[in-house]
């Protein structure tokens, strides 16, 4: 079954960037879901950006504008350019695949985002 492995999370201060990469084992196909989730301590885990079946992207209404999802089908690897962070964005973050967006999905190990102020 397909792997995937996070990288990129780290310390910053608030308005610092940083991007996460998500690299997967197996080819992914343009009409995979793939998306990047978020949880912080003591918070449910939450949807931030992601792709949907048709290659159209989607986010949080707390990233818009901030946040970007792009990614690289040659590859496998899925991407969070994450700009104008807020201490909020602290959180562990993971990307997560649904083949051809249906039934079980396939999660990363997770990525520590912190953000201070």
């Known amino acids: 079954q397909v792997q995937l492995l996070e990288s990129g999370g780290g310390s910053v201060q608030t308005g610092g960037s940083l991007r996460l990469s998500c690299a997967a084992s197996e080819y992914t196909s343009s009409s995979d879901c793939m998306t990047w989730f978020r949880q912080a301590p003591g918070k449910e885990r939450e949807a931030v950006a992601g792709f949907d079946v048709f290659g159209r992207t989607t986010y949080a209404d707390s990233v818009k504008g901030r946040f970007t999802i792009s990614k690289d089908n040659a590859k496998n690897t899925l991407y969070l350019q994450m700009n104008s962070l807020e201490p909020e964005d602290t959180a562990m973050y993971y990307c997560?695949?649904?083949?051809?967006?249906?039934?079980?999905?396939?999660w990363g190990q997770g990525t520590q985002v912190t953000v201070s102020s």
């Open positions: 997560a695949l649904r083949r051809r967006c249906s039934g079980h999905w396939y």
